[in-house]
């Protein structure tokens, strides 16, 4: 089975009307499939991996938005599907984000090491 | 009086934030008591649509009534409830062009059919018009 590494780059996108990342959801349903799957956040998409994210209260309209996309929540149970999460770190250093922040079940990889990285894998899918 | 907020968006539903962040300030205006004119240029005619479903989501393991999914379309009609409740006027076009090339005239209850002279009108009319573009 050929080896799939899905690269995020996209954040949010369309994500407070489709109730998580479309990409995100596409990889758990290859994953699901019997697919042998991972994902790498980089540019905007590592704010996915920041833990403390609540999207919970809008309301437009009279509508109320009760189950909001949680990408950080997704990763997570991508994650624990078997499903590796990696985050680009200097992608999230340079936006301020404190490495701290993030869930500490996805890898950190620099940038350095993402030809390696992406040796591993037989394709490479840049959404 | 009142005042009057123009808007232009282009956006076709589900595909990026600015469909989502063109609806709360709509929302915003009109709980402000702005009158707000929306014109709904290229994708964005498709935000009305009345066909759309909301779906379960098998990889959330959600049913339909659990995901409880926003369509666009019960997002414009709340808009539309939300404006009559605070007395103000939410006046939506649907460009009819981009409406026929999509097959995409079945809507809910609210918009109407127009074209770019409209917006443009509008404009001349209201105290500030936004234009939010896709990308």
């Known amino acids: 089975m050929k080896k799939i590494l899905c690269v995020v780059e996209t954040a949010y996108r369309g994500t407070q009307e489709e109730q998580d990342d479309a990409v995100l ?17 980089r540019g905007n998409a590592v704010n996915y991996a920041v833990a403390a994210q609540d999207p919970a209260g809008l309301v437009i309209g009279k509508f109320s938005i009760e189950h909001p996309a949680n990408p950080n929540k997704d990763l997570l149970k991508m994650k624990q599907a078997g499903i590796p999460v990696h985050v680009v770190r200097e992608d999230t250093e340079e936006r301020g984000i404190s490495l701290n922040s993030l869930s500490k079940e996805f890898q950190l990889v620099s940038s350095r090491e993402l030809p390696g990285l992406f040796a591993q894998y037989d394709q490479v899918w840049h959404w | 009086m009142a005042k ?27 709980r402000k008591g702005i009158n ?74 609210g918009p109407r059919r127009g074209g770019p002279a409209d917006f443009h009108k509008w404009v001349q009319e209201s105290d500030a018009a936004l234009v939010i573009p896709t990308k």
């Open chain 2, 36 to 109: 707000v004119n929306v014109f709904a240029y290229e994708g964005a005619v498709s935000l009305t649509v009345k066909d759309q479903k909301p779906h379960p989501n098998p990889v959330h393991g959600t049913s339909v009534e659990e995901e409880k999914h926003p369509t666009t379309k019960e997002l414009v009609a709340g808009l539309f409830e939300l404006a009559k409740d605070k007395g103000v006027k939410l006046d939506w076009i649907n460009c009819g062009l981009c409406v026929d090339e999509r097959g995409a005239g079945n809507w809910i209850e």
């Open chain 2, 4 to 30: 009057t907020l123009t808007i232009c968006i282009m956006e076709p539903p589900y595909e990026s934030a600015n469909s989502t962040t063109s609806m709360r300030i709509i929302d915003a205006a009109l």
């Open chain 1, 25 to 41: 959801w596409f990889t758990h349903a290859l994953k699901n499939g019997g697919g042998d799957v991972a994902i790498l956040l």
